[in-house]
């Protein structure tokens, strides 16, 4: 086994947190600030976003807020938006029309906006929405005490300026919703890749990777206060680079992964989004080194037809996305679950090409897919240089039949999982009986069995009989 590239000196020092995982840590703000006052956050889109929610949610819970679930007495609404498409979009103004009518009730909630629907329409949403009090883009959350006390005052406050550096490296995230078992670690942020379709690089800005110290001690944490599961977030994982301030120390992509797994045996590590443009064999050797690293790729192809991912700028074509696929199968074995996400009804899109995504969905079978219909973004390079010509109804018919072939492979796929004995991580109760316990295994597949002395956090051995449309149905074996 190959030496972890940096060194855990820190490991010793992780001190144990006093409350239990899980636990919501309470102190109320009268205490500390004498202002006594509530947060409601509520996030939309990506993983990122829900991670940011929780940088966030530390950021203001040090300025003496405290949080809490209930929006009707909150005395600050934050809703944390996505761009991706134009539904995403379409959601949050509907959450923000039901926002108004508490806000009438209680004048005095401050509503802000925060995220990739703040970064895009910036001071605009102020003039279409007229109950936001905040916009906040996602690299200025450090200046939202600031910006609050600003609203305080009688104005309104907005920084949704892009930066090159922030990272918000040595911000302890307040885990909301948390299980206490599985956690997110943003080890990176915005993009560079200019996939001519999409909002993020616009809103997100730059790429920049987080110091690889701080991704390690959040780890360690985590691990220190119980977490089993941590899932490292970036749009683009494989590009992570990282070079200390004093050029000593450089770390890759498959680097990082292999430190975060050399932490604990115990500790399974999760990554998200691979792009197959450069995801290296190094980081499939990586994988296939550490039985904690979860076998399970999120890869997402786009399109199955060359021409269309070119239109994408996606920089890969098909032969290039399949010899990835042949090279994770040929590493990693079979045993190695890759989804993906796919677009339908993309600029000029006929319907051989349509047939290609198909096709290519047959050649990998997918354990999963997230599939969309195309939905143009203001902005973006296919909104200004190619027509969006694809009526509606077929797109969604296009859609529809990804979605129904991807049924099918899922369903094989779970299939093949009956009979075989299935190492699972208990995250919670199944969500119909408080009698069973759900959890996944390394593929990332759901298994419920029945819960006898379990609990979760727990690695158990699972038999599965049965398999549903989603899930796998066992018995815990001795
Ligand atoms: N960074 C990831 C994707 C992030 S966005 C990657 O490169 O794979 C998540 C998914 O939303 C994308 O993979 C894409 O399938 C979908 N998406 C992005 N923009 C879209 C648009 N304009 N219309 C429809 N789907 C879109
Ligand atoms: Fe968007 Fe492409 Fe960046 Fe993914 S890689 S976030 S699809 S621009
Ligand atoms: Fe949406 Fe922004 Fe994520 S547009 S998908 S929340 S990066």
Redesign the pocket.
């Known amino acids: 086994m190959s030496q972890p590239l940096l060194t855990l000196d820190f490991l010793d020092k992780a001190a144990a947190p006093e409350h239990a995982p899980g636990d919501a840590v309470h102190v109320s703000a009268a205490t500390r600030t004498g202002r006594p006052r509530s947060l409601y956050i509520e996030s939309y889109g990506?993983q990122m976003n829900f991670s940011d929610s929780e940088i966030v949610s530390s950021i203001l819970y040090d300025e003496g807020f405290d949080l809490t679930e209930d929006l009707a007495t909150a005395d600050l609404v934050l809703l944390n938006t996505c761009s991706?498409?134009e539904k995403a979009e379409q959601t949050v103004r509907m959450r923000l029309k039901q926002i108004n009518s508490h806000k009438k009730r209680r004048p005095g909630m401050l509503v802000g906006v925060l995220g990739c629907m703040a970064e895009r329409l910036k001071s605009k949403f102020l003039e279409e929405e007229k109950i936001v009090d905040l916009v906040v883009g996602p690299d200025a959350y450090r200046d939202l005490p600031l910006l609050i006390s600003q609203v305080d005052g009688g104005q309104k406050g907005v920084n949704v300026l892009l930066s090159r550096e922030e990272t918000y490296a040595d911000i302890t995230p307040v885990r909301l919703n948390s299980n206490g078992v599985s956690a997110f670690i943003s080890i990176m942020r915005g993009?560079d890749?200019m996939?001519s379709?999409?909002?993020?690089p616009f809103t997100r800005g730059r790429e920049r990777s987080r110091d690889a110290h701080s991704i390690l001690r959040e780890a360690s944490d985590l691990v220190a206060a119980g977490y089993k599961e941590v899932t490292l977030l970036g749009?683009?994982v494989d590009s992570y680079k990282w070079t200390s301030a004093d050029g000593a120390e450089f770390v890759n992509f498959a680097q990082l992964l292999e430190s975060v797994a050399l932490i604990n045996p115990a500790l399974r590590v999760r990554f998200s989004?691979?792009?197959p443009k450069d995801i290296t064999d190094e980081v499939l050797h990586t994988i296939a080194r550490h039985e904690n690293i979860c076998k399970y790729i999120?890869?997402?192809a786009?399109s199955g037809n060359s021409r269309v991912l070119s239109l994408m700028n996606?920089t890969y074509d098909r032969p290039w996305y399949e010899d990835r696929v042949r090279k994770i199968r040929e590493i990693l074995g079979a045993d190695c679950a890759i989804s993906t996400?796919?677009?339908a009804g993309?600029c000029s899109e006929t319907e051989a090409e349509h047939e290609d995504t198909k096709s290519l969905m047959e050649f990998v079978r997918y354990d999963m897919a997230?599939?969309?219909?195309?939905?143009?973004?203001p902005g973006?390079l296919?909104a200004r240089k190619l027509a969006d010509d694809i009526p509606l109804e077929t797109k969604k018919r296009r859609l529809q039949e990804l979605i129904d072939l991807q049924q099918l492979h899922s369903a094989e796929r779970n299939q093949r999982g009956v009979g075989q004995v299935h190492k699972v991580l208990v995250e919670n109760f199944s969500k119909r009986s408080k009698e069973h316990l759900s959890g996944r295994n390394s593929q990332n597949q759901v298994v419920i069995f029945p819960k006898q002395n379990f609990v979760k956090g727990d690695y158990v051995d699972v038999l599965v009989h049965s398999s549903s449309a989603s899930t796998l149905l066992g018995e815990a074996v001795a």
């Open positions: 990506c991706i498409r993009c890749n996939c379709f999409c909002v993020v749009q683009n989004t691979s792009h999120h890869l997402p786009q996606r996400d796919m677009i993309f997230y599939q969309f219909f195309y939905s143009e973004r973006t296919a």
